[in-house]
Every structure is written in structure tokens, then in C-alpha cells.
């Protein structure tokens, strides 16, 4: 190596900007490979690779379900309500003028149950609203961490308007398409028990007694105190009066908690509240329940939570594959590869020009 070159070097080093690039580098071996898990994880550290050079399969889904934008002169509370009935079918008014109906219907056969309750269409797109597609996100989101899945994307795909969600694609790295496909109809256990004598507990019902579950809302209207109503099937509502009756809940609900559980965890705990429901229970079953979490942000983030586990990991819009698709293990080596020369050839072409430029700038100024 000539001294000019090797002065050229030492002039380049000590830039400052080179010198804040070096360190950048090491700051970026050590936080891939050094620190936690990344020692464990070998070449790939704490990389996540995703699916073009891990290898994977991608699934995008399409939803069963409609926004309608509609005309009333009826209330649009009252008129969503007769429209739900009419149609057998879950419906959610999420803006004044707009419906989210949670069940594949045509604008065909849509039309004709709208006029014969006092409405119109005026919009239909399939797909769903955002908050359904965020909490869709979410619950697969939650599927995808419990089992131990890495390196996952989750995207949602809106339409031209922006306002309607019509697809949900899911990129999952190193997981097969049979894999994918139990992830996206993975159900969890569900179960609902009574405190009975100190910290035992009784079983009462499991997640299929739960036959609707409503988004979060405040309680009364306008405060500040979020929950998550549900509805029991009759026979679920029998054996909740039934357990609540013979282990106490009703006659001294603070020491006989109701407790929800989730594959074993318990997810939410609380007394019977208000009091007239425990009146009520020693008397009926009661169908129609509802689940406090709390006020202010923590208590809509919990109730948001507590939805997803009521609904055991079941998402609140059926779906079906739309796509899918695999990348192998063998093509994302290859890409790997052809990755790792990009950058070398990047390293090789750039530095040079790059120090004889400092060099030169500065031998201008001398």
C-alpha cells in the first residue's frame, strides 16, 4: 500500500462522518447479535427476515360481509335494529348513515329489506368498517404470538375510497400453508367459573353458550365507564342462574366471583353487579349480560381486549381465502445470498470514490 493511499485512508477515518458510520455499524452488529435472543438465533440474530428471504406463506382473506350507506327518515339506531332482525343477522351502525352487516348479503337481496323498513341504499361495498378491520388485526395478531409464529406481517387492504377494508393479507416466515390456514381458524377455550369456597372454583359454561358479543361501549350512555355486553342461549343462561344461585352469587356476590378464562388464564374477574341482577337471577335466568372493565382510556382498552377473549380468539366477520401463496426455504436462500453480494459490491464500488472525494476536497481548501 502506497502513502498516499494509506494517508488518504487515515484522512478518510478520521472524518467525522465516516467515524459516526463506523460506529452505526457496530451499534448494528451488537443489537443483532449480541444482545438477547440474538446470541440463540444464529447467522439470523435478532433479523427478522420476512418472507421473501426466510421462505413462508402469505394468505390474503377476503371478508363475508357489507357496508351500506343508507337513507332513512326513521332513527338510525331503531332503523339498524329492524334491519338486524329482519335479516337474522349481526348489524353495526358505526356512522349515522352507514351500516356494517356482518353476513354475505347481495344489493339485491339487500334492497327489498331496506324499502319495507323505511330505508334506501345508497352505497354497497363489501368488506368491512375500519374498527371491525383493526380488531380483526388484533385477533390475529394475538393468535399469531401465542403460537410462537415470528417474523409475521399482518396488512389490511382498503378500497379506492379509503373508508372500507376489503382484504387482510397475512405474510408468515417460515410457516407452511396448512400451518397458516389452522392459525387464521384457530379457536381458543373459552370457559366461564364461579368462585365457590376460598380461592375453588366451578365450572359454569363454555364459550359456545356465548351466542353474541357487542362491541365496547360506556354504560350508562355518556359516562366515562366502558364495558362489553353478551347475550347466553338459554341453556347457558339456565346454568349461569343455576351456579350463581347454589354457590351464593346471588345472596353474597363480593365473596363468589365470576371468573372468565381463557385456555386456563383467567381473563376477567368480578362480582355480580349491580345488585338487581343478583335480585333478578334468584328468580330468572338472564340472558342478556355485561361485563365492566372500567373508565377512561384503560377501561376502553381493556373492554377491546375482553371482547377478544369472549369471542375465544373467533373473529367478529366471517372470512374466506381470497389467495395464498408459498415462497420455499431454497428461494429465500437464494435471495440471502444474492443480498449479502449486493451489499459487498455496494461496499467495494462506493468507498473508494468516496475517500478519493474527501482527499480532494480538502486538498482544494489547502
Not at 381463557?262 to 349491580?274: F, G, K, Q, R, T
Given at each position: 500500500m502506497s502513502d498516499d493511499t494509506t494517508s488518504g485512508l487515515i484522512t478518510t477515518l478520521k472524518d467525522w462522518r465516516v467515524a459516526v458510520m463506523l460506529l452505526?455499524?457496530?451499534?448494528?452488529?451488537?443489537?443483532?447479535?449480541?444482545?438477547?435472543?440474538?446470541?440463540?438465533n444464529g447467522m439470523t440474530g435478532n433479523l427478522q427476515l420476512g418472507l421473501d428471504l426466510e421462505g413462508g406463506s402469505w394468505i390474503q382473506?377476503?371478508?363475508?360481509?357489507?357496508?351500506?350507506?343508507?337513507?332513512t327518515d326513521e332513527n338510525p339506531e331503531?332503523?339498524?335494529?329492524?334491519?338486524?332482525?329482519?335479516l337474522d343477522a349481526e348489524v353495526f351502525l358505526f356512522e349515522e348513515d352507514r351500516l356494517e352487516i356482518r353476513a354475505p348479503f347481495t344489493r339485491e337481496e339487500l334492497e327489498p329489506v331496506f324499502a319495507e323498513n323505511g330505508g334506501s341504499i345508497v352505497t354497497y361495498e363489501n368488506g368491512v368498517s375500519?374498527?371491525?378491520?383493526?380488531?380483526?388485526?388484533?385477533i390475529l395478531e394475538n393468535k399469531?404470538?401465542?403460537?410462537?409464529?415470528?417474523?409475521?406481517?399482518?396488512?389490511t387492504i382498503t378500497g379506492l375510497n379509503g373508508g372500507v377494508t376489503q382484504y387482510i393479507r397475512l405474510e408468515l416466515a417460515g410457516v407452511d400453508i396448512a400451518t397458516a390456514q389452522e392459525i387464521v381458524g384457530a379457536q381458543g377455550k373459552f370457559e366461564i367459573r364461579i368462585q365457590t369456597i376460598g380461592n375453588e372454583t366451578e365450572h359454569v359454561l363454555y364459550g359456545d353458550s356465548i351466542k353474541s358479543v357487542s362491541t365496547p361501549t360506556q354504560s350508562p350512555p355518556g359516562s366515562d365507564v366502558w364495558g362489553v355486553g353478551f347475550t347466553l342461549s338459554q341453556e347457558g343462561a339456565v346454568a349461569f342462574r343455576e351456579a350463581a344461585n347454589t354457590h351464593g352469587a346471588t345472596s353474597n356476590p363480593d365473596a363468589h366471583e365470576i371468573m372468565m378464562l381463557?385456555?386456563?388464564?383467567?381473563?376477567?374477574?368480578?362480582?355480580?353487579?349491580?345488585p338487581q341482577l343478583a335480585a333478578e337471577l334468584k328468580t330468572a335466568p338472564v340472558r342478556e349480560l355485561r361485563a365492566t372493565t372500567g373508565a377512561g382510556e384503560e377501561g376502553l382498552e381493556d373492554a377491546k381486549k375482553l371482547e377478544i377473549h369472549l369471542r375465544a380468539g373467533a373473529l367478529p366477520v366471517d372470512v374466506q381465502i381470497a389467495g395464498s401463496g408459498t415462497v420455499s426455504a431454497s428461494l429465500g436462500e437464494h435471495f440471502k445470498v444474492m443480498s449479502v453480494i449486493a451489499g459487498i459490491l455496494a461496499s467495494w464500488l462506493l468507498l473508494p470514490r468516496y475517500t478519493t472525494g474527501i482527499v480532494n476536497r480538502r486538498l482544494c481548501f489547502r
Open positions: 452505526l455499524v457496530v451499534f448494528s452488529v451488537v443489537s443483532i447479535y449480541v444482545i438477547p435472543p440474538g446470541i440463540s382473506l377476503s371478508f363475508q360481509s357489507e357496508v351500506v350507506r343508507f337513507d331503531a332503523f339498524a335494529a329492524r334491519i338486524g332482525e329482519a375500519k374498527d371491525t378491520a383493526d380488531q380483526i388485526k388484533l399469531v404470538n401465542n403460537l410462537g409464529t415470528k417474523d409475521a406481517r399482518i396488512n381463557l385456555d386456563d388464564e383467567i381473563v376477567y374477574s368480578a362480582s355480580l353487579n349491580p
